[in-house]
């Protein structure tokens, strides 16, 4: 029995990874992943010497602009809109250090950093200002439900009605690919819509979290993640015959976004190489969504570039997703 348990286990090839390779992965990414210290937090620093402060700064603050002509809102305006962690207003007696409560750790290290330095400065925290751990994760959290849903749940569904012969009478019947991944994913989309909204509200009313921005740019962003998740499901379905390898799959999928996202770990703090893989997992863009809408009431002018990474990644994987659909649809394609 224990060699035939071992031959299986060796033609299995993806649980053999998930034994060997993932504990691997997992060590080498949680090395450099998990890090809450900050090396350094992005700096604006505003006013008539703004140029004098910026070289008097503690080397944790990395200057990535100086505006001389820029005081009071629009200093704050500069947080809003996550140009940078901290904005340094000089205009003001003693200048004042607004402080992105959002970026949750780059606050705490910049407050930190500030009252070791002595230096006679007003530290106001924006948007958090009680620096809430509750505030921060909330919004993300949203995320990872649709993510959960998208992902995980649409892949077995999908390979549970392969097994059921299903999906074979689907390919006599005159349907595109196409047709039938939207008819699939149609009822997990309206359970992830009916989730993320939920998981919001009781986000908002449980935890006091703020909402303080568009609701409409708040359901863009969560339409085109839950669309790039659901997206990944269905790829996993059209590379796994059973429902055990598609759960392998999607925790594979799931487990680099809850750590690489700057879900539980600050981007900042990664090492260069973990960080962009960061950068390649739609989970990353919908936090930087969720918390700059829900947070810091963000516009949709300044959210572009995550909502905008959405939208080609839901166009790619989808694509994909159809492509490989419609191998499994053909005439000799898998039942």
Not at 62 to 86: I, K
Not at 157 to 162: A, D, Q, T
Not at 250 to 277: E, K, N, T
């Amino acid at each position: 029995m224990i060699l035939k348990e071992l031959r299986e286990l060796r033609r299995d090839r993806r649980t053999l990874a998930m034994l060997v390779v993932m504990p691997i992965a997992l060590l080498v990414i949680f090395g450099y992943a998990a890090n809450f210290t900050l090396s350094h937090v992005t700096t604006a620093v505003v006013g008539p010497g703004a140029q004098t402060a910026a070289d008097a700064l503690p080397d944790l603050f990395q200057v990535v602009r100086t505006e001389p002509g820029t005081s009071g809102t629009e200093a704050q305006d500069l947080v809003r809109d996550n140009v940078a962690d901290v904005v340094l207003d000089t205009s003001t007696t003693p200048a004042t250090a607004y402080l992105d409560g959002s970026s949750l750790f780059a606050a705490q290290a910049a407050q930190s950093a500030l009252a070791r330095s002595g230096a006679q400065v007003d530290v106001q925290v924006l948007f958090n200002p009680d620096l809430k751990t509750s505030w921060v994760m909330v919004p993300a959290l949203v995320g990872l439900v649709l993510a959960f849903i998208g992902t995980i749940i649409t892949s077995i569904g999908m390979v549970r009605e392969r097994a059921a012969g299903t999906l074979a009478q689907l390919a006599v019947m005159p349907l595109r690919p196409v047709d039938v991944i939207v008819g699939k994913i149609a009822p997990y989309f309206a359970v992830g819509a009916l989730d993320m909204a939920l998981i919001t509200v009781l986000g908002v009313v449980i935890f006091d979290v703020p909402f303080r921005g568009s609701v409409a740019v708040f359901a863009l962003g969560a339409v085109l993640f839950l669309l790039v998740v659901l997206g990944l499901g269905v790829l996993i379905s059209t590379v796994s015959s059973t429902q055990a390898q598609a759960i392998q799959g999607a925790i594979m999928v799931m487990l680099p976004q809850v750590l690489l996202s700057g879900f539980i770990f600050p981007l900042p703090a990664m090492a260069a190489g973990i960080r962009w893989i960061g950068y390649c997992l739609p989970l990353t863009y919908f936090v930087q969504i969720s918390q700059g809408i829900m947070l810091r009431g963000s516009p949709l002018s300044t959210l572009w570039v995550p909502i905008g990474v959405l939208a080609g990644m839901a166009v790619v994987i989808f694509t994909a997703s159809v492509l490989r659909f419609r191998r499994d649809l053909a005439p000799g394609g898998r039942s």
